[in-house]
Each structure stands twice: as structure tokens, then as C-alpha cells.
């Protein structure tokens, strides 16, 4: 996937932009369960782009904007180190 490669390299090595993938665990308090991916405003407010939503045995790739979120679930996301580390913390628990 030389495509792919050649991306993550222009934008962690030129750009300067630190980019990973992570997952993002849903607790069950978490202020993201009930709401959808837009008005979760995960990509607004904290610049991380939810690629997929994994959901027990499934997976929904590239999630519509009114896909709804729901605990338990797990978020495959992409953006800088620092901004999903916040995203985690703000899954795991209302605060």
C-alpha cells in the first residue's frame, strides 16, 4: 500500500504532523454513548477522525455522521498522540 505509506510519511515527516491510529474504548458512562458520531463532535472539538466503530463481532467502517455511538463500543481512530490520549480519557468516564 505504497499510497497509504506515502501519506503517513508526508504527513509525519514534512508536515510535521505526528499521526496514529488508536482505539478508543466507550465506558459506560462515557459522555459519548447515546450520541452520534456528529454530535459526539469528536472531530470538531478534539480533531480526531473516527475511521471505524467497532461493535461486538462487527465493524462499521467509515461511519455515517448519524451512526450512533453506544458503550462498550470501540472507536478506530486517527489523529496526533496528544489528541487521542484526550479523547480516551473523555470515553472512559462523564468528565
Known amino acids: ?4 505509506v506515502s501519506f503517513l510519511d508526508t504527513a509525519t515527516t514534512h508536515l510535521g504532523i505526528d ?5 478508543i474504548c466507550i465506558g459506560p458512562d462515557s ?3 447515546g450520541k452520534t458520531i456528529e454530535t459526539s463532535r469528536i472531530r470538531q ?3 480526531v477522525i473516527v475511521l471505524a466503530i467497532k461493535r461486538g463481532q462487527g465493524m462499521r ?7 450512533r ?8 481512530a486517527m489523529g496526533e498522540p496528544a489528541q487521542l490520549r484526550q479523547v480516551e480519557l473523555i470515553a472512559a ?3
Open 19 to 23: 499521526l496514529e491510529i488508536g482505539e
Open 93 to 95: 468516564s462523564r468528565t
Open 61 to 67: 467502517f467509515n461511519p455515517a455522521p448519524d451512526d
Open 31 to 33: 459522555r459519548f454513548a
Open 1 to 4: 500500500r505504497p499510497h497509504v
Open 45 to 47: 472539538e478534539r480533531g
Open 69 to 76: 455511538i453506544e458503550a462498550g463500543d470501540f472507536l478506530i
